[in-house]
């Protein structure tokens, strides 16, 4: 299994940003029933939960996120979408999809103010 990312950039405070995590060599009943998620990592800091989307299609997101970031799927497409709206500088980080244990190359997001 290998997962695509793509979407990060830079964008000033208040913007928006999309997020794709496309997961290759996953057949398509594996991909709908495996947990989903984003993660973000700041240097120096910690890896940190962002959102997730489990087998059974619920949704969560960090309290830091809720409200402005919204998770999506394309069980055809087997990608994951991130849209990140109301951006804010400390919003700026590395961001990291994951397919059950395996982990996407990472997108820089940067924020400015």
């Known amino acids: 299994v290998q997962l695509q990312a793509s979407g990060g950039g830079s964008v000033q405070a208040g913007g928006s940003l999309r997020l794709s995590c496309r997961v290759a060599?996953?057949?398509?009943?594996?991909?709908?029933?495996?947990?989903k998620g984003w993660y973000r990592q700041v240097p120096g800091k910690e890896r940190e939960w962002v959102a997730s989307?489990?087998?059974?299609?619920?949704?969560d997101y960090a309290e830091s996120v809720k409200g402005r970031f919204i998770l999506s799927k394309d069980n055809t497409k087997k990608s994951t979408y991130l849209q990140m709206n109301s951006l804010k500088p400390e919003d700026t980080a590395v961001y990291y999809c994951?397919?059950?244990?395996?982990w996407g190359p990472g997108t820089l997001v940067t924020v400015s103010s």
């Open positions: 994951r397919f059950g244990s395996a």
């Open positions: 060599g996953s057949i398509l009943s594996v991909f709908r029933a495996n947990t």
């Open positions: 989307i489990s087998g059974d299609g619920s949704i």
